[in-house]
């Protein structure tokens, strides 16, 4: 016998076939006593000359791995008959008296229609059903399997995204057996990714496209363009525009903007940019025009004509800071002093602030010295809770909670108090720790000089509402009031006026030489101080001289 499989061209059958397994040439083969040229070893047949191929294998499923199973009557018709000759390829050769598969009435499988379902297959018609497949009713019961290659583009999936054409381009037409193994164990999910991996590369591709568009026109413009601006100094219609504190270039030409003062927020940045005093421009109030070149509206906002800011100075007295809240917001006068009287509570001030006895004004000490942008239309109350954060944010700043106690006071209350005295009895900054030093030793209990007694004009005149250097000593005497130093130990009820930043600092930091006395000897500028009563008596004696 031949072994199949061996020298003979093209095998027919291969391990890996479907039909291959437990119940197929295995499983016959064990039951039959014969060993399968696939297993490695040669198949033989003593019944049967070994020179001679019978179709008698095909009904014993020698050939087509149908598991030994016997078909008399297929055997007896065709172990008479003269057998055909198949060259190296399998194919018959030669003349034979009769086709053995043909429909003539003595061939029982193509009489016999019913053994094959009703339906007679062409076994031969071509190349691809050789071997012929088992008989229909012969074969095995169990479910065909669903094919899991990918149907391709006929099925709804794009060829190009399909990857389809590629892969199979190299393989043999004839060798069928890899194109399926190929498209079985995973065609489809090469596929797949072969077309979303085109995918991928037109979406970066045209993502780069844009981005490259984008960047050379942002470079054109940078480079070549210019933003959209008015020309000339403003079409003689004045507007008021409020830049809040912190605002940098872009900030200040989105209000310029809004207001329609310039036309575009890049213009005034570039003319900000390009005037060398541009980046000096403030919070505040201005008064602009409307359509101005940007550069005309830097220019303009540099200059103090424009500007438009309520300024409160350093040692300024609440009822002074009300009457210029009243006058810059075209209110009747007084209408400021009645909302602080009435309303102070609601104002933002800290709690260590609140409940002192005596005190005149509450928000005394809190308008904090500063610029503030204050126009026509805005409420009393928001200027004063404005004033009033700035001063609690700046006490904080300097922790005068923590460093009150420090210095021998009673709370960051009597720290604001011992700074408005500073501000108002220093006549320049060079006396302001000085000042200090002078207000910490009076109030010491140690003090034999003063008694525990202030003895400033500064606080007789608070409550007198006046600025008198030239007072009476009988007139001080008598007057009995909290706010009278001369008759009244210690501090007075609270601030006397708005300290600055340097007075602050000096009520935090007093010198540590001795002074105790200080005298005004020009009566305006100059304050010389002393540390026994007797340099004091000179220094009056100087101060009179004047």
């Known amino acids: 016998m031949t072994e199949y499989g061996r020298g003979q061209g093209s095998e027919p059958w291969h391990p890996d076939d479907p039909l291959y397994g437990d119940d197929g040439w295995r499983g016959q083969q064990a039951e039959q006593g014969r060993h399968s040229s696939y297993d490695g070893q040669p198949q033989h047949y003593p019944q049967q000359p070994q020179t001679q191929q019978q179709y008698g294998d095909w009904g014993t499923g020698e050939r087509d791995g149908y598991g030994g199973q016997q078909y008399p009557q297929y055997d007896q018709q065709y172990a008479s008959q003269e057998q055909p000759q198949y060259d190296q390829n399998g194919w018959p050769v030669g003349t034979h008296p009769q086709d053995p598969y043909a429909g003539a009435p003595a061939d029982p499988y193509g009489q016999q229609t019913g053994t094959y379902g009703g339906e007679q297959a062409d076994y031969y018609g071509s190349p691809d059903a050789y071997p012929p497949p088992e008989p229909p009713s012969r074969r095995r019961t169990e479910p065909e399997p669903e094919p899991d290659w990918d149907p391709g583009p006929d099925q709804g999936e794009h060829a190009f995204f399909a990857g389809g054409g590629d892969?199979?381009?190299?393989?043999?037409?004839?060798?069928?057996?890899?194109?399926?193994?190929?498209?079985?164990?995973?065609?489809?999910?090469?596929?797949?990714?072969?077309?979303?991996?085109?995918?991928?590369?037109?979406?970066?591709?045209?993502?780069?496209?844009?981005?490259?568009?984008?960047?050379?026109?942002?470079?054109?413009?940078?480079?070549?363009?210019?933003?959209?601006?008015?020309?000339?100094?403003?079409?003689?219609?004045?507007?008021?525009?409020?830049?809040?504190?912190?605002?940098?270039g872009f900030a200040i030409g989105q209000e310029l903007k809004k207001m329609g003062v310039v036309k575009s927020v890049d213009a005034f940045v570039a003319a900000q940019s390009a005037n060398p005093q541009g980046k000096t421009i403030q919070d505040g109030v201005y008064t602009l025009q409307k359509e101005m070149s940007a550069a005309s509206a830097v220019e303009l906002m540099l200059s103090p004509k424009s500007r438009n800011?309520?300024?409160?100075?350093?040692?300024?007295?609440?009822?002074?800071?009300?009457?210029?809240?009243?006058?810059?917001?075209?209110?009747?006068?007084?209408?400021?002093?009645?909302?602080?009287?009435?309303?102070?509570?609601?104002?933002?001030?800290?709690?260590?602030?609140?409940?002192?006895?005596?005190?005149?004004?509450?928000?005394?000490?809190?308008?904090?010295?500063?610029?503030?942008?204050?126009?026509?239309?805005?409420?009393p109350e928001a200027v004063l809770k404005q004033m009033v954060a700035r001063a609690s944010e700046k006490y904080a700043e300097l922790d005068f909670e923590g460093k009150a106690e420090g210095l021998g006071l009673e709370g960051p209350w009597e720290l604001v108090t011992v700074a408005s005295l500073v501000q108002a009895e220093g006549k320049t900054h060079d006396d302001f720790r000085r000042m200090s030093e002078v207000i910490y030793n009076r109030l010491k209990t140690t003090n034999t000089e003063t008694n525990q007694l202030l003895q400033f004009d500064s606080t007789f005149n608070y409550l007198k509402g006046e600025s008198n250097i030239d007072i009476s000593e009988s007139e001080i005497n008598s007057n009995k009031d909290p706010y009278n130093t001369y008759t009244n130990k210690g501090l007075p009820p609270g601030p006397i006026g708005n300290p600055g930043a340097e007075a602050l600092q000096a009520a935090l930091n007093p010198t540590d030489e001795g002074w105790i006395y200080f005298v005004a000897t020009d009566g305006v500028n100059k304050t010389e101080f002393a540390r026994t009563h007797d340099e004091f008596l000179k220094l009056k004696d100087k101060f009179n001289a004047s």
Request: proline share 4%; net charge positive.
């Open 167 to 248: 892969d199979d381009g190299d393989q043999e037409p004839g060798d069928r057996r890899g194109r399926g193994e190929r498209r079985g164990r995973g065609g489809k999910e090469k596929q797949r990714r072969n077309g979303f991996a085109c995918l991928v590369v037109v979406l970066v591709f045209g993502g780069g496209l844009g981005g490259i568009g984008y960047f050379g026109y942002q470079f054109y413009q940078d480079r070549f363009g210019s933003a959209p601006d008015f020309a000339g100094a403003g079409n003689g219609e004045q507007v008021t525009v409020t830049i809040p504190a912190g605002s940098g």
């Open 309 to 379: 800011n309520l300024i409160i100075a350093e040692g300024k007295r609440n009822g002074a800071v009300y009457e210029l809240i009243d006058k810059r917001l075209g209110v009747e006068q007084g209408t400021t002093a009645k909302v602080a009287e009435t309303k102070w509570k609601t104002l933002g001030l800290p709690d260590w602030a609140a409940n002192h006895g005596d005190v005149r004004d509450p928000l005394e000490g809190f308008l904090y010295p500063s610029s503030y942008a204050v126009a026509k239309g805005q409420k």
